[in-house]
């Protein structure tokens, strides 16, 4: 089932244009890799999908795109709301200027989020009294993103004494805290040293049975190794999609040909 | 058509064509250098004169303040409320109080302006209306001391005099009030401009994250960016201080000038800097009456100094910590 439709979406930054005329269905619940060489408009894409475009003056935005059949771009969508179902991690982590904790519960604060209405908190907790609910809220997530292990004795220090694979997990457990349906995230990997870089695509692995993923790279190892479905971007085209076995397996286009074989990067 | 390239000089031409005039090269390399030194020599001579002019001012006025501590004590030159320079009575308090109560005031009435036009212009606005603002404000701060004292005179002081009418307050209008209010319009341009470049050093891709959160625009500047922003907004402030602290002109023409200590808003008041500038002319009759507001400068130059200092540390330090 398409979870995402996106009809003619062409962007432009002034005279700039950044993504000509795209159309595709964005598959539910897998792993989707937006890939394509530098400047092609990939991280344009995932940025139209949470209105995060928005924030750029410059910017001018034509087209549909429908998540769950629902228009984003009509004017009367309240895109605080958008925001937090479609939730964006950055390529480099911003840790909020905050505790470990806050950095986590901040999400479900400003969202008004039952606490104790969540699932992960048991009917103990719901009972006792305090914010024990919001630390195991917090606790949950933390997990989640594969960090609780190696934070769990200072939440409440500040998030920027981190390594930066930790903030980008934090970063990950942040994003899930307000309970997205889909995550966006632009080069998640791209500022991380290996180890990390692979505890967070064995997140994104586990991730995928709730949630759809949509991930920006540059590395097609990366792509291969993650991705269900593949979105290939060139100059603002939309090239080609489809199935990552069949795209990798056997490619239409030429420029996919030339691409995935490394003559274009 | 294209400028033809000039040859720095002709001799540099025949050097090369004759290709062993290695004296006349060392020569002019010689005259090189010691231009070179003269004008760094000389810029340096020049930017060291620069800061001991400062440090030469602080002294001369210390030197010129002390006779008057050989006949009053410290406390009773800060703490005394008796101005009597006829009698020798030279008591600083009330200006002292009245510094600081027209400063405090001017702050507490320019700070809300200040904080929530500097978010507007950083956080909300568009590029092209805070271009705009930034000129007009550019055009406030440049507007001479004594126009900003005029129009206290002809607006404020009404103004305040009528207020006083209205709650029952006899008032001439020359108060604390209309000083602090001539002083806040003063500092709001130099404030705002400072804590818009705070405000603007905060990364974007903070303000991205939290409003990808689903955060609004006002969540995302409390919780985020006032956060980060924090040490350079006080920073601001204290340089905000530091400014109206020495302020004179302006607040000399709208607060009355009395020296007594004010225990109402429309009382008048007199500041340090309204004291020394009334009263210097007409000193020399009186013996001591001199040193007096050499003390009166000292201890304005000395807080003013070091509410600028603070700022500028944690100024320095913002720049470090903010990204």
Redesign the interface.
């Known amino acids: 089932m398409s979870k995402i439709k996106i009809k003619k979406l062409s962007v432009s930054y002034g005279n700039h244009q950044v993504l000509n005329e795209v159309s595709l269905d964005i598959p539910e619940r897998q792993i989707i890799a937006v890939i394509g060489p530098s400047g092609c408009g990939k991280t344009t894409l995932l940025k139209s999908m ?1 209105r ?1 475009l928005d ?1 750029n ?1 410059d910017v001018a935005v034509s087209g549909d795109i429908a998540i769950d059949g629902e228009n984003i771009y009509r004017p009367d969508i309240d895109v ?5 179902r479609v ?2 991690l ?1 390529q ?1 982590p ?5 505790s470990i904790f806050d950095n986590v519960a ?2 479900p604060k ?2 008004g989020l039952d606490v104790s209405s969540l699932s992960v908190v048991s009917n103990k907790e719901r009972e006792g009294k305090g914010n024990k609910g919001t630390q195991r809220l917090v606790e949950h997530y933390l997990r989640l993103a594969g960090l609780w292990e190696e934070v769990k004795d200072r939440l409440n220090a500040p998030a920027a004494k981190l390594s930066i694979g930790q903030q980008q997990r934090l ?1 990950l457990a ?2 899930l805290s ?1 309970e997205p349906e889909i995550i966006l995230a632009d080069e998640p990997t791209s500022a991380l040293d290996p180890i990390s870089a692979k505890l967070v695509e064995t997140q994104f692995k586990i991730l995928k049975e709730n949630y759809t993923i949509i991930f920006v790279t540059h590395i097609l190892r990366q792509a291969r190794r993650l991705a269900d479905y593949i979105i290939f971007l060139y100059m603002g085209d939309l090239i080609e999609h489809g199935p990552a076995v069949r795209f990798f397996g056997e490619p239409c286009d030429e420029k996919t040909k030339a691409y995935i074989s490394g003559e274009i990067s | 058509m294209r400028p033809k390239l000039k040859m720095p000089s002709k001799k540099w031409v025949t050097r090369k064509e004759s290709g062993n005039n290695h004296s006349e090269m060392n020569q002019r390399l010689n005259k090189r250098k010691v231009k070179d030194n003269v004008a760094s020599v000389s810029a340096r001579g020049i930017l060291i004169f620069v800061n001991f002019l400062a440090l030469l001012i602080f002294c001369g006025i210390f030197w010129k303040a002390l006779p008057i501590l050989s006949l009053v004590s410290l406390p009773e030159l800060l703490f005394s409320s008796s101005w009597h320079p006829m009698k020798n009575e030279f008591g600083l308090f009330p200006f002292i109080i009245g510094t600081m109560a027209v400063t405090l005031l001017a702050m507490i009435i320019s700070l809300p302006v200040c904080m929530l036009t500097s978010i507007y212009l950083s956080e909300y606005a568009k590029r092209r209306f805070r271009e705009v603002s930034r000129f007009a404000i550019d055009i406030l701060a440049g507007i001479p001391s004594v126009v900003y004292g005029l129009c206290g005179v002809l607006v404020i002081v009404p103004l305040v005099e009528f207020m006083g009418e209205l709650i029952g307050v006899q008032t001439t209008g020359y108060s604390l009030l209309a000083g602090g209010i001539v002083l806040a319009v003063m500092v709001i341009p130099f404030i705002v401009s400072i804590s818009m470049e705070v405000l603007r050093m905060v990364p974007e891709p903070y303000r991205e994250s939290a409003l990808a959160l689903g955060a609004t625009r006002w969540e995302t500047v409390k919780y985020v960016v006032l956060k980060k922003a924090r040490s350079g907004l006080i920073a601001a402030t204290v340089l905000g201080f530091a400014r109206a602290f020495g302020e004179t002109m302006a607040v000399l023409m709208v607060v009355g000038n009395v020296a007594q200590i004010p225990t109402s808003l429309f009382d008048a008041a007199y500041p340090l800097p309204a004291l020394i500038a009334n009263n210097y002319g007409e000193v020399m009759s009186i013996p001591l009456y001199d040193a007096a507001l050499m003390s009166a400068a000292f201890i304005l130059m000395l807080v003013v100094t070091l509410f600028s200092l603070t700022a500028h540390y944690a100024l320095l330090k913002v720049g470090k910590t903010i990204a």
Do not use: D, T
């Not at chain 1, 605080?80 to 937090?84: E, G, V």
């Not at chain 1, 911003?94 to 905050?98: G, H, I, S, T």
């Open positions: 949470n995060l924030l003056e605080n709301a958008l925001r937090k939730g964006f950055p480099r911003y840790p909020l200027p905050m901040f999400g400003i969202h970063a942040r994003v307000i």
